[in-house]
């Protein structure tokens, strides 16, 4: 645990394929990290293994991966792009929260939701890729993607939380789905942009301001 935790001025490392599991915070706040490729070995990322590493650009992901931790590339700043691998089921609670270049993301069929503050503040976000079997996104998952201009939302998508989509201020268009039964408030505020949705028959609760500040 927080084995290379802020060492500031380390670029990279390798990692040997004998490693197995990375402890939690373990390269947390190594500002100078560039890049890293993590070996076929290790099947799970912790909580806040790379948190804060400010300029890490790249990141080989394992396809024996499983698992990424909450807080697993908070606020990593620099990293612009990064692969899931299609054998993850499971993305914690703000993992990517505050990675502000990243341009896209493609979500695995074997993911099954969508956790709160998963991808918030990801502000150079202009394509995400939902092919899973989720049947919920949490709040604020994808708040402050300023970026984002559609999004299509599976039909395995039961609920929308709370601030889910707020402040997308380039979002013109969204397709719900067509099992949605809840959306929670402030689930699409402040998207300025948005011309049109259609509310499936399948909804029963649409909570407060859902819809506040789409002006367009």
């Given at each position: ?126 394509l995400i890729e939902?092919?899973?079997l989720i049947a ?81």
């Amino acid at each position: 645990r927080d084995a290379f935790s802020e060492c500031s001025s380390l670029k990279q490392i390798s990692i040997p394929s004998s490693v197995t599991s990375i402890g939690k915070g373990a390269f947390c706040s190594c500002s100078s990290l560039i890049r890293i490729t993590i070996p076929d070995s290790v099947t799970m990322i912790r909580e806040g293994t790379f948190s804060k590493c400010s300029s890490l650009e790249e990141i080989i992901l394992p396809s024996s991966l499983t698992t990424i931790g909450g807080n697993a590339f908070f606020k990593c700043s620099s990293l612009k792009q990064i692969e899931i691998p299609s054998y993850v089921t499971y993305i914690g609670q703000n993992a990517f929260e505050g990675c502000k270049s990243l341009e896209q993301i493609k979500i695995p069929p074997s993911v099954v939701e969508i956790n709160d503050y998963t991808f918030r503040g990801c502000s150079s976000m202009e394509l995400i890729e939902i092919t899973s079997l989720i049947a919920n996104i949490g709040k604020f998952a994808f708040s402050e993607c300023k970026k984002l201009r559609s999004i299509s939302i599976p039909n395995s998508v039961e609920e929308i939380g709370k601030f889910a989509f707020s402040e997308c201020v380039s979002l013109t268009q969204v397709k719900l789905s067509n099992s949605l039964i809840l959306i929670g408030d402030h689930a699409f505020n402040g998207c300025s942009s948005l011309l049109q949705i259609d509310v499936p028959s399948s909804i029963q609760s649409i909570e407060g301001y859902t819809f506040e500040g789409c002006s367009s």
